[in-house]
């Protein structure tokens, strides 16, 4: 089976940066996309970044400008480089993942990011 699991997530000051990493584990024969999602307390599941194999990203209106999705191919491993963090950005991040091998969706167990005031 395929395993997602995130790291890099933690407390840092608003203006700050950080960067989640998502290595992805187990036989996928390739990617049809992947993307990092959030969920704030009380608050539904949105969508932060993503791209799909045919190298089209998408971003959230909330993190435009300031967060950059990118992969390494070779260690089927996805980044989220994010900057000028906010306070508002502050939620558990998950990574999200579809691949040729299965018909669904699979989801990491999500890394916690805090951004202080």
Same mark, same amino acid.
């Given at each position: 089976q ?6 890099? #997530?933690?407390l840092? !000051? @608003?203006?700050g940066?950080l /960067?989640?990493?998502? %290595? ?7 990617? $049809?996309?992947m #993307?990092?999602?959030? !969920? @704030?307390p009380?608050?539904? /599941?949105e969508l932060? %970044?993503s ?6 990203t $998408? ?15 070779a260690k089927?491993?996805v980044?989220?480089?994010?900057d000028s ?17 299965y ?5 990491g167990?999500?890394?916690q ?5």
């Open positions: 395929v395993q997602l699991v995130e790291s890099g #997530g933690g840092v !000051q @608003a203006g940066s /960067r989640l990493s998502c %290595a992805v584990s187990g036989t996928i024969f390739g990617i $049809n996309y #993307g990092w999602y959030r !969920q @704030a009380g608050k539904q /599941r932060v %970044a791209f799909n194999s045919g190298g089209m $998408n971003y959230g209106d909330s993190v435009k400008g300031r967060f950059t999705i990118s992969s390494v191919n089927n491993t980044y989220l480089q994010m963090l906010k306070p508002e950005d502050t939620a558990v991040y998950y990574c999200n993942g579809n691949f040729f091998r018909g669904r969706d699979f989801w167990q999500g890394t990011v805090t951004v202080s005031s």
